[in-house]
């Protein structure tokens, strides 16, 4: 008896399913749920916290990054002064070095005449 149901109903079977098909997958309408609607709210506010705060950090890192640029080219412009000091303390040393090294062989002569 059952095979005999089925067998009439299966050539309509695959246009019952199309019909029933957006009723079963319609999404049901939202309830109004005011605990959720309120963990939401609340969601939105950190979000927006949340973007304000990363706004706020790329302003403060883009000021440090200024700030270290003018930084980096002081400590530049000091280390370059500080080599040209220290090459000329350098060709002093090697000038007294060779005026020591001198007067010391010229004292060494005279000692020795």
């Avoid at 950090?57 to 002064?81: C, F, P, V, W, Y």
């Avoid at 080599?83 to 000038?95: C, I, N």
């Avoid at 007294?96 to 000692?111: D, K, N, Q, S």
């Amino acid at each position: 008896m059952a095979a005999g149901w089925i067998t009439v109903v299966a050539p309509y079977l695959p246009e019952i399913v199309r019909l029933a098909r957006p009723i079963f997958t319609r999404t049901p309408p939202p309830l109004v749920d005011l605990g959720q609607q309120r963990r939401n709210d609340v969601i939105d506010a950190q979000i927006t916290e949340l973007q304000d705060a990363a706004s706020q950090n790329a302003d403060s890192i883009g000021k440090l990054a200024a700030d270290m640029q003018q930084t980096i080219e002081a400590l530049q412009l000091g280390a370059a002064r500080v080599e040209r000091r220290l090459l000329r303390a350098q060709v002093l040393a090697v000038v007294a070095t060779t005026a020591a090294v001198l007067a010391f062989g010229l004292a060494a002569w005279a000692l020795a005449r």
